[in-house]
């Protein structure tokens, strides 16, 4: 299968770009590399350190022999998006390339405006790209779990049927979003279910958890192909920052009491389902036949379910077993959210195509300990405090 991994060059995208051209697949990243501009505009770098997407796509072929075809531009651009999808002519587009940082579209109007409008009107492009020229290529996009926000019932994924004034029905699940990233993914999920509705497209929306961990089998067969891991207040997410943290004596930073809880897996596992849903597409619908769209699909992807103090405390055990002297502080909440609340959610549809998870364990953390240990001159404290505030 031929499989555009747009947004390949960041986190989750270059891990599964590799995961599956190791599998066969014929790949193609396309990206605009503006993550590392944003980068160098906020003075932190990963703590990894990571090669050019050339070299690293060079790399991969000298060690594998196995080919990926780049697309560098900007997917708010239709023309260079149809340009690119001609060229390759993909059979799946897997859709990594949002902002992904809640802080970030909190800093200013500048970021908000930035982040819907790149989040937006991309995946808008994506859906006119594939109705147009490519009507039965497989749409695969990374939401995320915190459309959901938290709701004190169980969350469905993706619908939730209801009983009102003595009729019943399946709607979407209601969405509480907490910032205006996880509003430019509600407004995502709004457009892809009306384009599949109403053009025939199919695609499967993956409400992804919080990720942690670096190291693939493909990301840790070479030093150029490393993954980036960010530490950073914007940027860096909860159990990574945590390890960073103490590997470098750095209090963890919980936000207020911690009682947050949130749906987590390990990056293995992001890879893993990307093909489960590749490899079991959604129904394709006939165009503008009410009787038959096409099918939306809402997978909730992730593995288990932790609140931020038992996370902090899960790396304090690690770090002390490991010689590290491990404090953890509360901070004062930089966020507008429920400390404490009700939080359970369903996450059995890629269980049911064969997940298997990769469950947090006491030796995951010491590897992330040790991989964070074995970089850490790299960490500027400074970018450590959250910097962004919900009320600012």
């Not at 809402?298 to 932790?306: A, P």
Request: glycine share 8%.
């Amino acid at each position: 299968m031929k499989v555009l991994v747009i947004g390949g060059d960041g986190y989750c995208g270059w891990a599964t770009a590799l995961y599956l051209s190791n599998r066969g697949y014929e790949v193609g990243i396309l990206d605009s590399l503006v993550r590392r501009h944003w980068d160098l505009q906020l003075g932190a770098e990963t703590l990894t350190p990571i090669a050019p997407i050339q070299h690293r796509i060079q790399r991969w072929h000298d060690l594998t022999g196995k080919h990926i075809d780049l697309f560098i531009g900007d997917i708010t651009n239709y023309d260079f998006l149809i340009k690119s999808l001609i060229k390759f002519e993909p059979e799946a587009i897997v859709h990594f390339g949002e902002q992904r940082s809640a802080p970030f579209s909190m800093i200013d109007r500048e970021h908000a405006v930035l982040t819907q409008t790149n989040n937006v009107v991309g995946n808008l492009n994506i859906l006119y790209a594939i109705k147009e020229h490519f009507p039965d290529c497989h749409l695969v996009k990374l939401g995320t779990m915190g459309e959901y926000g938290t709701p004190n019932i169980d969350i469905e994924e993706g619908y939730i049927t209801i009983e009102h004034n003595g009729r019943k029905d399946t709607l979407p699940y209601p969405k509480q979003p907490g910032s205006f990233y996880h509003l430019s993914k509600v407004h995502d999920s709004h457009n892809i279910h009306f384009a599949c509705k109403v053009w025939g497209l199919r695609a499967t929306d993956l409400n992804q958890g919080v990720v942690y961990g670096v190291l693939t089998d493909e990301t840790g067969m070479d030093e150029m192909l490393i993954n980036r891991l960010d530490y950073d207040g914007v940027f860096g997410t909860a159990l990574n920052r945590f390890c960073i943290q103490a590997a470098v004596g750095h209090p963890l930073t919980v936000y207020g009491s911690g009682g947050q809880t949130r749906a987590f897996l390990d990056i293995r596992d992001t890879v893993r389902c990307i093909e489960l849903a590749l490899g079991n597409p959604a129904e394709r619908g006939v165009f503008s036949h009410p009787a038959a769209p096409g099918e939306f699909r809402v997978f909730n992807q992730f593995t288990e379910m932790f609140s931020v103090k038992d996370l902090a405390m899960k790396v304090k055990q690690a770090g002390v077993s490991l010689g590290l002297d491990v404090e953890v502080h509360n901070i004062d909440n930089p966020r507008v959210e429920k400390e404490e609340h009700y939080f359970k959610a369903k996450n059995t549809n890629l269980l049911d195509l064969g997940l298997k998870p990769h469950y947090l364990s006491d030796s995951l953390i010491d590897s992330l300990l040790k991989f964070a240990i074995k970089y850490k001159e790299r960490v500027d404290q400074k970018h450590i405090l959250p910097k962004v505030s919900w009320r600012r």
